[in-house]
Structures are given as structure tokens and as C-alpha cells.
């Protein structure tokens, strides 16, 4: 059935490859007409991630999924890049598809981290601001050594070994078979190399906890309510300095939102860019 489904809706989107700014090939699924919405994926994931909010939301927007380095079928081309790195492809994919336009842009988690730098970047060009679970401050130095030694697992041993029991983290424990057998179908195609480049970016990656304040384009942020990596109440600590957000917490999801509530996930987005 969710292979059914994957196939059925990629058949539908458009999925193209543009050039990034390192010559990198940069692949986009992109659907729909109307003002331009860029959902960027987490950590291990890939435009799969999205498959419900490109097929509600581009009745009414121009979505596009593009894929960070690496993961799906974007090329990894180095074995080291920025964070800030990927907020300038994800400046290439707005140049390519809405050069005259401002964007919303959703980051999840990882895609959030490069949202929070795509802002700090290249914020002129956004109308919309989405953060889904994930956090604006950088690891500690605990957290950097988790991710390095995630990184070196990788590359010895491979995805499935260093990815260990990841997905109990990702979806939460009532979550059904398919959403989790998704995650998990997502999150072992990513290549060794893609998860240990990943993790180094991110373990690298700037502190945006003390400028909140200045983020004056319209925010809408989200979490679910079992996200024991973005929690409810250390998201509404941050998102509450952002003078102008929006915080959602939503049912019957951890850190995967918009596959566990797609329908309240799409909600919310919608009246948000509506308003
Ligand atoms: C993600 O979903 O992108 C990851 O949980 C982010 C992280 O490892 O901090």
C-alpha cells in the first residue's frame, strides 16, 4: 500500500535535477502552480517525507521538495559541506523555479537548520517562515560527539548499523506499521557516506538561539506531542521569541509530523499561508 501510494504520486510530480552552486546536481520533486512553498526534509530522509503536502497543498501552491545533499537522488559531490552550504543550493532551487518571488520555506528538523541559515542567508527572499520539529541553538559538546561517532559507524560499518533503533525516536509508539515501515524505508537507502556528511554538518552548525528576536518574517512553528527530540515545551520556550510565530503541537505524532498528522499538519500549514 505506501509503496503504492510513493509511486503513484511521484508518477504525478515533476522531478527534476538543477545544478547547485558547486556544480552539484540538486533533485527537486515540484508540483502545482501558485505562490512557492519549499519543503525541506530531515535527517535521514528525503522528499518522501512530504508525499501528503504535495498532494494537498499544490492544488492551491507551487510545491517543491528538494532534496539536500546526498539523500534521494541529489549528489553527495564532496564529503564535507555546511549547513550554510545547503541554504545556498536551497538558494539555487529558488532562483531556478521563482527567481522574481518571495518563498515560504518548511524546514523539518535538519531542514529546519538550514531554514534558520537560509533566513540568516538570504531572508529578503522569504514571505513565510515554517519551523517543524526542530530547534534554532547548536549541540553541545555531548551532541557533537554523538554525531561524530554516528558518522565514523557509517562509514565502518554502514547505514543500517549506525542508524541502530533511530526510528523509536522518529515516530511515535502508537504510530502504525506503514508510517514507521515508511521511516524506516527512507532511512536505510541513504548512503554511509550521506549520513556521516550529514552528521558532521550538523554538529558544526551555527547557534541561532540568540537571534530569535530578529526574525520578523511570519512564523509558524510545529512540533508533535510526543517529539522527544523537539520537545512541546523547550519549542514553545524558543518560538515564544519569535515575535512573530504561531506555535502548533499536534496529536498523535513525535518527530515525523506531516506522515503521522498529515491532515492536521496541512491544516494549520494552509491557514498559516492564508491568513
Ligand atoms: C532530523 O530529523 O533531521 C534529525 O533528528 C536532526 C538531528 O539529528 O538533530
Request: aromatic content about 4%; charged content about 15%; glycine content about 6%.
Amino acid at each position: 500500500m505506501a509503496g503504492r501510494r510513493i509511486n503513484r504520486m511521484v508518477a504525478l510530480s515533476h522531478r527534476l535535477s538543477i545544478l547547485g552552486p558547486r556544480g552539484n546536481t540538486l533533485s527537486v520533486v515540484a508540483q502545482g502552480e501558485g505562490p512557492t512553498l519549499i519543503l525541506v526534509h530531515g535527517f535521514p530522509l528525503d522528499h518522501r517525507l512530504w508525499l501528503s503536502q504535495v498532494e494537498a497543498l499544490s492544488k492551491t501552491h507551487k510545491v517543491l521538495c528538494p532534496e539536500l545533499r546526498g539523500f534521494g537522488d541529489s549528489q553527495l559531490i564532496e564529503p564535507q559541506y555546511s549547513i550554510a552550504d545547503l541554504a545556498d543550493d536551497l538558494e539555487k532551487v529558488r532562483q531556478h523555479f521563482a527567481p522574481n518571488e518571495k518563498v515560504a520555506l518548511c524546514g523539518l528538523s535538519m531542514g529546519g537548520y538550514v531554514a534558520f541559515e537560509y533566513w540568516a542567508r538570504h531572508g529578503q527572499n522569504l514571505s513565510h517562515l515554517i519551523l517543524a520539529n526542530t530547534k534554532p541553538n547548536a549541540d553541545g559538546e555531548q551532541g557533537r560527539a554523538g554525531r561524530l561517532a554516528m558518522a565514523q559507524t557509517a562509514m565502518e560499518n554502514g547505514t543500517v548499523e549506525a542508524l541502530g533503533n533511530m526510528v523509536d525516536k522518529l515516530v511515535a509508539s502508537g504510530s502504525s506499521e506503514t508510517i514507521r515501515n515508511a521511516a524506516i524505508e527512507m532511512m536505510q537507502s541513504v548512503p554511509p557516506q550521506t549520513i556521516a556528511a550529514a552528521q558532521t554538518a550538523m554538529s558544526q552548525r551555527n547557534d541561532f538561539a540568540q537571534r530569535l528576536k530578529e526574525i520578523d518574517v511570519p512564523t509558524l512553528v510545529i512540533t508533535g506531542c510526543e517529539d522527544s527530540i523537539a520537545p512541546p515545551t523547550a519549542t514553545q520556550a524558543w518560538a515564544n521569541q519569535i515575535a512573530s510565530s504561531n506555535l502548533s503541537v499536534l496529536e498523535n505524532s513525535a518527530h515525523l509530523t506531516p506522515v503521522e498528522a498529515p491532515e492536521a499538519f496541512n491544516t494549520t500549514l494552509l491557514s498559516f499561508l492564508n491568513a
